[in-house]
Nanobody
């Protein structure tokens, strides 16, 4: 069983920054590919970013490319999306997810475990 706990969400003005965290349980965190998704009210969950088990490979949705950076610290079992130049349209609940097979993917159904989500609200 893997538990994922997100933190770092909150209210920020447009143009501001937030750094989310996702802490994972499990002794084999360093073998997981990790993903971040978000869901705005009335919309489907959408892919944001993914990072490989080593951190050497990252991939971003076009909507966040150049503004968001995802990183991980395997010694701390934690993955961090740094979100800069935030826009009101970034407002959503942000979820981290783990793929235990180490497969990077933008497909949400491929992930094995999910966190409970953290709210990010960007005011204009």
């Amino acid at each position: 069983q893997v538990q994922l706990v997100e933190s770092g969400g909150g209210l920020v003005q447009a143009g501001g920054s937030l750094r989310l965290s996702c802490a994972a349980s499990g002794r084999t965190f360093s073998s997981y590919a990790m993903g971040w998704f978000r869901q705005a009210p009335g919309k489907e969950r959408e892919f944001v970013a993914t990072i490989s088990w080593s951190g050497g490979s990252t991939y971003y949705a076009d909507s966040v490319k150049g503004r968001f950076t995802i990183s991980r610290d395997n010694a701390k079992n934690t993955v961090y999306p740094q979100m800069n130049s935030l826009k009101p349209e970034d407002t959503a609940v942000y979820y981290c997810a783990a793929d235990l097979w180490g497969v990077q993917t933008i497909v949400s159904t491929a992930y094995d475990y999910w966190g409970q989500g953290t709210q990010v609200t960007v005011s204009s």
